[in-house]
């Protein structure tokens, strides 16, 4: 008994050990602080934010519906997360990750099965004894096999199956942060064919009412067919463009019902027009380093550098001898009457121990293989880390200028205004030709579209920004965060479920 339990002792040692690398995070290969001075040395601040600011809190703390101010926004982007088909497919990946999980994480327990057998045979009567040429065997009982993990090869594999698993996690996390940016910056570009459509309109409006006028004008005499046809070119232009936006917008609230997986609702709360969205333009950037733990995509990459980290275990391990213990414990009997009665118990012990000699070099190739993935996933996360890292400056650069941008181009479309008017009354005042007023109004036309296109690059930007820097995750600051796994909303029936995991992973 002593020298049994010695072994169990050797053998629960040996069954905790891993032959994966000792895992070592790559240094980040990114600058320790993010880009100053330049475009980035205008940033606004919070109390150029006025009432809606955000106090400095990082953006991973801020609930979407605290960033955007909306209501009609916010309405899409609940039921977006409720109904995206995308978002439904990341929650059954995890679901799927966290059930392959458990199949590789059984292999580290004995499997027991009850079994029931009759079997009968006929035996040639010159071989059989006593004339019994037909004889049955029944045999009731329990057989039990059990692989000792001596060398860590499935505490790996579990290992990997559980990085994997937090990897759907993460990717679920990315896919819901996206989800939310990309809901908010299709909504914007409805509201900027909106704007667009209005200027078009009003346009179309103004020139087809001068173009009336010098149609009246030639009718007497008094204008060119040239003023005629010049005044009929801005019309056309306008009437085309009218056209091309009408498309434009059809086709925007096509995508935005496709991000939201149904049709726009019709009694969605009034919204907010372009000009007067009122996001946070004052979230700060932070360190690059924060990012480590506010990006789930980076997240996601230290997960599958994790797995390729534990497959190397596994690689390693089928270098050294497997152990199997079988056996089985019953009773057995030539009658059915006779399975349960004294001297009928049977069992039967088999251990097996199996040790790779020669394979052709397929474990060395194993290993090689498992080495290269690894190398390939601390490539991604370095890449990963940079992606995030330009995302940030871009949008920085991007917040530092677009104020000012805009404040030039609202300026130019009051110039361009006056300089229309000016032209018309000097046009009708016989002191300047048709062509000034012609070129006046394709000015403020192009001005006025150039602006409103710069507006929805301006919001864009602090959308993408916000997205950036980790927000998106949580519905309203200081909520509690989620888990990665956790379901979007109750439409995800029969999401991952966290404790589960949880639990087994502090088992494992």
Not at 370 to 399: C, H, M, T
Request: charged letters at 15%; a negative charge; hydrophobic letters at 45%.
């Amino acid at each position: 008994m002593r020298r049994l339990s010695l072994i169990a002792a050797a053998v629960a040692v040996l069954a905790g050990c891993s032959m994966a690398p000792k895992y070592e995070r790559p240094a980040a290969p990114v600058s320790s602080t993010f880009p100053t001075g330049g475009v980035y040395a205008t940033q606004p601040a919070a109390a150029d934010a006025g009432a809606h600011s955000a106090n400095g809190v990082a953006a991973a703390e801020i609930g979407w519906r605290d960033f955007f101010v909306d209501a009609r926004l916010q309405r899409l982007i609940d039921i977006a997360l409720r109904n995206n088909r995308d978002l439904r497919t990341s929650v059954l990946n995890i679901q799927a990750a966290q059930a392959q999980y458990r199949i590789v994480r059984s292999e580290l327990f004995p499997t027991i099965s009850a079994q029931a057998d009759q079997s009968k045979q006929r035996t040639p009567r010159n071989l059989s004894f006593f004339d019994r040429t037909i004889s049955n065997t029944y045999s009731v009982g329990l057989n039990a096999s059990w692989e000792l993990d001596l060398f860590g090869r499935v505490q790996s594999l579990k290992d990997q199956a559980l990085a994997q698993y937090f990897s759907t996690g993460y990717a679920r996390k990315a896919f819901e942060i996206s989800l939310v940016s990309q809901v908010a910056s299709q909504y914007l570009q409805v509201l900027q064919a909106d704007d667009l459509l209005q200027v078009t309109e009003q346009t179309l409006k103004t020139t087809q009412e001068s173009y009336n006028i010098v149609k009246l004008q030639f009718d007497n005499g008094a204008a060119s067919e040239l003023d005629l046809s010049q005044a009929q070119t801005v019309v056309e232009t306008a009437a085309a463009n009218l056209q091309a936006q009408q498309r434009a917008r059809a086709q925007a609230v096509n995508a935005l019902a496709l991000l939201i997986g149904e049709p726009i609702p019709d009694d969605l709360p009034a919204g907010m027009p372009l000009n007067e969205q009122d996001l946070l333009t004052d979230i700060p950037a932070g360190l690059p380093s924060d990012l480590l733990t506010r990006r789930p995509d980076i997240m996601e990459a230290e997960q599958n550098l994790l797995a390729a980290n534990a497959n190397i275990g596994a690689a390693r391990a089928a270098f050294f001898p497997s152990i199997s213990l079988t056996g089985s414990f019953g009773t057995l009997s030539p009658t059915l009457g006779g399975l349960f009665k004294p001297g009928s118990a049977a069992w039967s012990f088999a251990p097996t121990i199996t040790l790779p000699i020669f394979q052709g070099g397929q474990n060395q190739a194993n290993l090689d293989l498992a080495n290269i993935q690894k190398n390939i996933q601390i490539a991604a996360y370095e890449k990963a880390i940079q992606s995030a890292f330009r995302d940030v400056a871009d949008g920085l650069a991007a917040r530092g200028t677009y104020d000012q941008q805009i404040q030039a181009l609202e300026r130019d479309t009051a110039a361009e205004q006056r300089r229309l008017d000016l032209s018309t009354m000097r046009y009708k005042q016989g002191v300047d030709s048709y062509l000034n007023v012609l070129t006046a109004q394709q000015d403020l036309y192009s001005v006025q579209q150039t602006l409103i296109t710069v507006r929805t690059e301006r919001l864009a930007n602090l959308v993408n920004l916000y997205q950036a820097l980790g927000g998106g995750w949580i519905e309203h600051t200081g909520d509690q965060p989620r888990p990665a796994d956790a379901p979007a909303a109750p439409a995800d029936v029969g999401a991952a479920s966290t404790p589960q995991v949880a639990s087994a992973a502090a088992a494992g």
